[in-house]
């Protein structure tokens, strides 16, 4: 898990570098945000084996500077809940609107460089996302965000309660009615 004074370290690492750099990250109270999907993400994950989700235990993986600027290993990120609001895709369709995702794992920069290489002095994407989220498509997130399609998405991601996840997993598995 993580204290709230990494979680407060995490954020002013997003937000941090020049001003202008900061407002144009910011938008409808979240960050701006890229999404893509991966699939194998239901048993090895960087968070370490008890952070693998099921079904309807939507997870993700964080860029690289979100889950705590390292190259591999359990980071300041695992177990941090973002509620995601996808807008569109690359070809402006509209997507699955918002859910609430755990970061289980970490989309490395090597490799990924165009979605996940933000880092203090370049914050943003080549998309212009400040954060990205891989959305796994075992726990079912990449579904309900992209319906099945392929492609990227855009949109806005925030830092919310992991509550919200909890009510939003337990509503999903038929044990409630709580709203996320």
């Given at each position: 898990?993580?204290?709230?004074?990494?979680?407060?370290?995490?954020?002013?690492?997003?937000?941090?570098?020049?001003?202008?750099?900061?407002?144009?990250?910011?938008?409808?109270?979240?960050?701006?945000?890229?999404?893509?999907?991966?699939?194998?993400?239901?048993?090895?994950?960087?968070?370490?084996?008890?952070?693998?989700?099921?079904?309807?235990?939507?997870?993700?993986?964080?860029?690289?500077?979100?889950?705590?600027?390292?190259?591999?290993?359990?980071?300041?990120?695992?177990?941090?809940?973002?509620r995601i609001n996808a807008?569109?895709?690359?070809?402006?369709?509209?997507?699955?609107?918002?859910?609430?995702?755990?970061?289980?794992?970490?989309?490395?920069?090597?490799?990924?460089?165009?979605?996940c290489g933000q880092t203090?002095?370049?914050?943003?994407?080549?998309?212009?996302?400040?954060?990205?989220?891989?959305?796994?498509?075992?726990?079912?997130?990449?579904?309900?965000?992209?319906?099945?399609?392929?492609?990227?998405?855009?949109?806005?991601?925030?830092?919310v309660s992991c509550a919200?996840?909890?009510?939003?997993?337990?509503?999903?598995?038929?044990?409630?009615?709580?709203?996320?």
């Open positions: 898990m993580h204290s709230s004074t990494q979680v407060l370290a995490l954020l002013f690492s997003l937000t941090s570098g020049s001003a202008a750099a900061t407002l144009n990250t910011r938008q409808n109270g979240g960050m701006s945000a890229t999404f893509t999907s991966y699939s194998g993400c239901g048993a090895s994950v960087s968070c370490g084996p008890g952070s693998a989700t099921g079904s309807n235990q939507y997870s993700a993986a964080v860029n690289q500077q979100a889950y705590g600027g390292m190259a591999s290993g359990v980071g300041p990120g695992c177990g941090v809940c973002w807008s569109h895709d690359s070809g402006n369709n509209p997507l699955g609107g918002s859910i609430v995702v755990k970061v289980n794992n970490e989309c490395p920069a090597a490799g990924n460089d165009q979605y203090a002095s370049q914050p943003l994407n080549q998309y212009g996302g400040a954060v990205h989220l891989d959305l796994c498509t075992d726990s079912g997130a990449s579904q309900a965000i992209f319906g099945g399609r392929p492609g990227i998405g855009f949109g806005t991601a925030q830092i919200e996840w909890d009510a939003q997993t337990a509503r999903l598995n038929g044990g409630g009615t709580a709203a996320a």
